[in-house]
């Protein structure tokens, strides 16, 4: 009778550590699976930060080339004014008098 009781209880141990062991796995795999996340999370924030810096940076440039243009046709429209009355600073400019 002893010995069926010592065998019952190595049975309920041995239970016992393999559901020790199972839940220690599970909750490992939780905190890799959370730790995943917080790094999902980091990334996709970062992600935001450059993408605003981006805009920025492109809303910037652009308004730069639109006051280099503006400036452009400002000195275009002054030497097609010069223009007319010396002709050869327009072929210098590779135009040809009408």
Do not use: C, W
């Not at 220690?24 to 980091?42: F, G, L, N, P, Y």
């Not at 400036?71 to 007319?84: C, N, P, Q, W």
Request: aromatic residues 4%; proline residues 1%; charged residues 30%.
């Amino acid at each position: 009778m002893r010995l069926v009781t010592e065998s019952n209880n190595n049975n309920v141990i041995g239970f016992i550590a393999s559901t020790v062991e199972s839940l220690r796995d599970d909750v490992a795999s939780m905190r890799q699976e959370m730790a995943t996340k917080s790094d999902v999370t980091i990334l996709r924030g970062d992600i935001e930060q450059v993408q605003l810096r981006l805009d920025t940076i492109e809303h910037s440039m652009s308004s730069r080339f639109e006051h280099v243009e503006g400036e452009l046709s400002r000195l275009r429209s002054a030497v097609y004014l010069l223009g007319k009355d010396r002709p050869e600073v327009l072929r210098l400019l590779g135009q040809t008098s009408a």
